[in-house]
Structure formats: structure tokens, C-alpha cells
């Protein structure tokens, strides 16, 4: 795949943002590839025509996401309609989404431009909330949908059926329904399995179940989760990607299932997904010279 027109998105809130977008932007425009900022960033560097992240996917051969994996689920959530590559540049600590880290954008980008990458196909949910007969909110996710208690007192009963089959009523202080992409997130810290992120399947995790015995359950990709809740208190709150936060009522009813879009993320040249659970889970080094993930185009 040729690149010819790249939008950059950025967390604004980091530091040097402005400059080292700047410096980007020159650079890629040195090699002849037209750039388009998204509008918040634009106006960080001093210009103007920046573009909504929806019209930003629709001008571009490649979108760079420059921040961390909070940015990375944002942009794949609004560019979801838009089969356009995504590649995480990370402004911080090591993340699962940003693979490639600052030091090697430029190389990257070397690599890119010539076609010399890969892509993974993540899969998305969709989600929606109905109280009655009314849809009251929807979206898509990356990572999971979270049914939390918040700050209530008392645990949540949350009723659940996969694929129009009872299966249980958790008793917990909340349920995560997660993607593959979403297993090294929330619900890993709530006791849930790691699983590739190129597979296509849904986890369902308790958080602190009332019955231990309640555990993660992984479904098959085509299973559509409805879920209700049960609360003697003043609801509960669903939160998307840990970043859309919906407040839901006793009676309210969640339908999951998969959705009919993907975000595509650019793999880094540098490194294997091996080496990337290696980093943020402390598992030990890397032998010498082992575990490079080759290029393709």
C-alpha cells in the first residue's frame, strides 16, 4: 500500500506535543506526502484548517496517533466507519496500542512510506442501552464495555444471556465485556485471560463476584450478549472504553455483540506482540537478536 496522505491526531495535554508534531509534519511533507492535522492539534501548532477525526479519516491513506493508548482508543472509536490504518506513536511509558515508541518514529516511517508494514485487523463490539422500548445511548469499543456498582453500597445483579440463552445472574460489583485487543486492560486486572489480539472472540469477567465461582467465560465471535440490570439502589454505570461513561437505571438493558467494523492498527518493525507483553508485564529480557517480527509489505 502506497501512502500519499497521512493525518496526524495528538494528545494535547503532552509535553514538547506541539513541536514534535511540527517536526513530523515537516518531515513527512519533505517526501512528498500531503498532511492534515486533526483540529485540536492544529491549533496547538499555531495553524488553522484542522479537520474533525471522522473528516480526517476520510482524507487519509494512514492515520499517526502521537500520545498514548488512551488517544489510540479515541481515534479508533471515531474513525471506526473508515478502513484506514491506524499507527501509535507513544509519548510516555511503553503501551499496547502504541507499539511504535518516539525514538523510532522516523525509522518507522522510512519503513512505512515504502509500503513495508503490517496491519492487524482488531475486532470492535457495538454496544447499545435500551430503557423500555427507548435506545438511550450507543457506541462502539476497542477495549470493553465496564457495568460498574460505582459508588453504590450494594453489589449489582446483572442479568445475562448469550445468544438468547440464559446463562447466569452476576452478583459482583460490576461485569467487563471485553474484546481481545481489551484482555491486557481492565479485565486483566480484574483476574480475566490474555488472549491475541488478532482473534475474534468475547470475554465476559465478574468483577468481584459474590459467588467465587463465577469466573471469565470466552464466547465465540457471533454471540450477542444481553445483559440487565438488577439494582435495590440508584443504578449502575456503563462505561465505554473507560472513556464514554453512561448512567443506567434499574431495568435497563445492555445488547453486545460484534460489530461490522475493525480498526486496523499498524504493527511496529521493532518488535513482536512477545515483546510487548515482555515489557508492560515484567516477564524477563529478550534473548540477542531473537523474536524480530519480520517486515511486508
Given at each position: 500500500?502506497?501512502?500519499?496522505?497521512?493525518?496526524?491526531?495528538?494528545?494535547?495535554?503532552?509535553?514538547?506535543?506541539?513541536?514534535?508534531?511540527?517536526?513530523?509534519?515537516?518531515?513527512?511533507?519533505?517526501?512528498?506526502?500531503?498532511?492534515?492535522?486533526?483540529?485540536?492539534?492544529?491549533?496547538?501548532?499555531?495553524?488553522?484548517?484542522?479537520?474533525?477525526?471522522?473528516?480526517?479519516?476520510?482524507?487519509?491513506?494512514?492515520?499517526?496517533?502521537?500520545?498514548?493508548?488512551?488517544?489510540?482508543?479515541?481515534?479508533?472509536?471515531?474513525?471506526?466507519?473508515?478502513?484506514?490504518?491506524?499507527?501509535?506513536?507513544?509519548?510516555?511509558?511503553?503501551?499496547?496500542?502504541?507499539?511504535?515508541?518516539?525514538?523510532?518514529?522516523?525509522?518507522?516511517?522510512?519503513?512505512?512510506?515504502?509500503?513495508?508494514?503490517?496491519?492487524?485487523?482488531?475486532?470492535?463490539?457495538?454496544?447499545?442501552?435500551?430503557?423500555?422500548?427507548?435506545?438511550?445511548?450507543?457506541?462502539?469499543?476497542?477495549?470493553?464495555?465496564?457495568?460498574?456498582?460505582?459508588?453504590?453500597?450494594?453489589?449489582?445483579?446483572?442479568?445475562?444471556?448469550?445468544?438468547?440463552?440464559?446463562?447466569?445472574?452476576?452478583?459482583?460489583?460490576?461485569?467487563?465485556?471485553?474484546?481481545?485487543?481489551?484482555?491486557?486492560?481492565?479485565?486483566?486486572?480484574?483476574?480475566?485471560?490474555?488472549?491475541?489480539?488478532?482473534?475474534?472472540?468475547?470475554?465476559?469477567?465478574?468483577?468481584?463476584?459474590?459467588?467465587?465461582?463465577?469466573?471469565?467465560?470466552?464466547?465465540?465471535?457471533?454471540?450477542?450478549?444481553?445483559?440487565?440490570?438488577?439494582?435495590?439502589?440508584?443504578?449502575?454505570?456503563?462505561?465505554?472504553?473507560?472513556?464514554?461513561?453512561?448512567?443506567?437505571?434499574?431495568?435497563?438493558?445492555?445488547?453486545?455483540?460484534?460489530?461490522?467494523?475493525?480498526?486496523?492498527?499498524?504493527?511496529?518493525?521493532?518488535?513482536?506482540?512477545?515483546e510487548i507483553l515482555r515489557s508492560k508485564l515484567g516477564w524477563g529480557s529478550?534473548?540477542?537478536?531473537?523474536?524480530?517480527?519480520?517486515?511486508?509489505?
Amino acid at each position: 500500500m502506497k501512502i500519499k496522505k497521512v493525518g496526524i491526531v495528538a494528545n494535547i495535554e503532552k509535553e514538547n506535543i506541539a513541536g514534535f508534531t511540527s517536526a513530523l509534519k515537516k518531515w513527512l511533507e519533505a517526501r512528498g506526502i500531503r498532511v492534515s492535522l486533526e483540529a485540536n492539534i492544529a491549533a496547538a501548532v499555531g495553524g488553522s484548517g484542522g479537520f474533525k477525526l471522522e473528516d480526517l479519516a476520510a482524507k487519509a491513506d494512514l492515520i499517526a496517533v502521537l500520545g498514548g493508548d488512551g488517544t489510540m482508543l479515541r481515534t479508533a472509536r471515531n474513525v471506526a466507519q473508515h478502513p484506514v490504518p491506524i499507527v501509535g506513536i507513544n509519548m510516555g511509558t511503553f503501551g499496547y496500542l502504541t507499539e511504535v515508541n518516539l525514538n523510532e518514529t522516523y525509522a518507522a516511517f522510512e519503513l512505512i512510506l515504502k509500503g513495508d508494514f503490517l496491519t492487524e485487523k482488531r475486532m470492535m463490539l457495538d454496544v447499545k442501552i435500551r430503557r423500555g422500548n427507548k435506545t438511550i445511548a450507543s457506541g462502539i469499543v476497542l477495549n470493553d464495555v465496564v457495568i460498574n456498582r460505582g459508588n453504590l453500597s450494594r453489589i449489582v445483579e446483572l442479568e445475562t444471556s448469550v445468544s438468547g440463552h440464559y446463562l447466569t445472574t452476576y452478583k459482583s460489583d460490576g461485569l467487563i465485556v471485553s474484546t481481545p485487543t481489551g484482555s491486557t486492560a481492565y479485565s486483566l486486572s480484574a483476574g480475566g485471560p490474555i488472549v491475541y489480539p488478532g482473534k475474534e472472540l468475547i470475554i465476559i469477567n465478574p468483577i468481584c463476584p459474590h459467588t467465587l465461582t463465577n469466573r471469565p467465560i470466552i464466547f465465540p465471535e457471533n454471540s450477542d450478549l444481553q445483559i440487565t440490570l438488577w439494582s435495590k439502589e440508584s443504578g449502575a454505570t456503563v462505561t465505554l472504553d473507560g472513556q464514554e461513561s453512561y448512567r443506567i437505571n434499574s431495568g435497563d438493558v445492555m445488547t453486545i455483540r460484534k460489530s461490522k467494523f475493525y480498526t486496523r492498527l499498524v504493527l511496529s518493525p521493532h518488535r513482536s506482540y512477545g515483546e510487548i507483553l515482555r515489557s508492560k508485564l515484567g516477564w524477563g529480557s529478550l534473548p540477542s537478536g531473537a523474536g524480530k517480527r519480520k517486515n511486508a509489505s
